[in-house]
């Protein structure tokens, strides 16, 4: 704040709505979207509310602007702005805008990236910022009488605010390449002294154990229902209803807590809704990858559901099971063009369960073990929130500007 006054230097700061023609230009007229299928391929970077979706010929706009999402921002919290330069094309998912002569752009960026916009958004399901409620928006003018020392200010501070942008990329690029390397050494032990200790855990002596199939210890055990995929049919997705595929399985932990998909009222009634708590298995492309749902969810028929007897086998304990004997598995698959193993295998391969009460003890042991070993990838994404961090907490020292209300 002692850089503040001193840059300022006693000048005032004015404060003027982003409707105020005398210092901002708003060129929404020129935007004009078109469909994926319709866009001639090109070198113009084709701005939607979030990023660049594409690349296409012509362009709608040439000079130096901001972009404000006008609805679709990937977070309400921190707003989409972008900052675009040269030739580009806008679609009408964003507000095109730029300061005139008295005014930096480049500053104005910076300026609306702090902004909170939850105040000017449109209640809905879809929250949008209207042209109105933009124009609304404050932004600082320090000096205004004085337009040259004003835009001296301004330059000062986008000198400032992009140089510290430039170093926490430098930092952060090398940071991620240096823990990178570090991490995935150190992952690729640990994972392997994981499954070590994961399959000594489960390997036991004759009489120690019964040998069973799932079926025998199940409650529910069977294919999902969801013969049709969502992508085929659009009237199926869209709704509340999560729905998984095998792909979403292979990528997931130990219980699967996130979704992409969902499925309407109509995919439902195609289907079947399995509960929290069930154990999936797939049986087609991805042979024997296996999760636990974090939620109810559908999934296909190259998915099996299998929900433990609670006097008989433990959920936790068979995923980890499944996961020691997957090479086992995987062994049994037929087919030539796309490998699968079918629900009739299960019915013939036995697996070994000691009682509950062992089967919680292992539990414990390898949900540790595996927290243990998940943890060294948490590393390198906690060092570059905290340089993000650091930048944000310059940059809104730099920008907060004194309101009329607090020099009252």
Known sequence: MDFMERLLDGAEVEWVPLGN???????NKGRKPVKASLRSPGKTPYYGANNIQDYVEGYTHDGEFVLIAEDGSASLEKYSIQY????????????????????NTRFIFHYLCIVNFIPYLSSGDRAKLTKGKMQQIPIPIPCPE????????????VRILDKFTELTTELTTELTTELT????TELTARKKQYNYYRDRLLSFDDGEVEWKTLQEVALD????????????????YGGVIPFIQTGDIR????????????????GLKQSKLWPKGTLCITIAANIAETTILGFDSC???????????PEKANVNFIEYLLSSFKTKLQAKSTGSAQSN???????????PFPPLDEQKRIVSILSKFEALTNSITEGLPREIELRQKQYEYYRDLLLSFPKPEERA
Request: charged letters at 25%; aromatic letters at 12%; hydrophobic letters at 35%.
């Open 21 to 27: 023609e005398k210092f901002f230009e708003i060129a």
């Open 84 to 103: 675009a330069t040269g030739k580009f094309w806008a679609n009408n998912h964003v507000h095109v805008i730029r300061g005139k002569s008295k005014l």
């Open 146 to 157: 004085n337009p040259q020392k004003s835009l001296k200010v301004q330059s000062e501070i």
């Open 181 to 184: 390397t570090e991490l995935t």
């Open 221 to 236: 055990f069977g294919r999902g229902k969801s013969k049709h995929r969502p992508r085929n049919d659009p009237r199926l």
């Open 251 to 266: 990528n997931s932990s130990h219980i699967i807590t996130e979704y992409s998909q969902t499925y309407s009222k109509l």
């Open 299 to 309: 999934f296909p028929d190259s998915v099996i559901g299998f929900i433990a007897h």
């Open 341 to 351: 193993i079918k629900l009739a295998t299960f019915e013939t391969v036995l697996f």
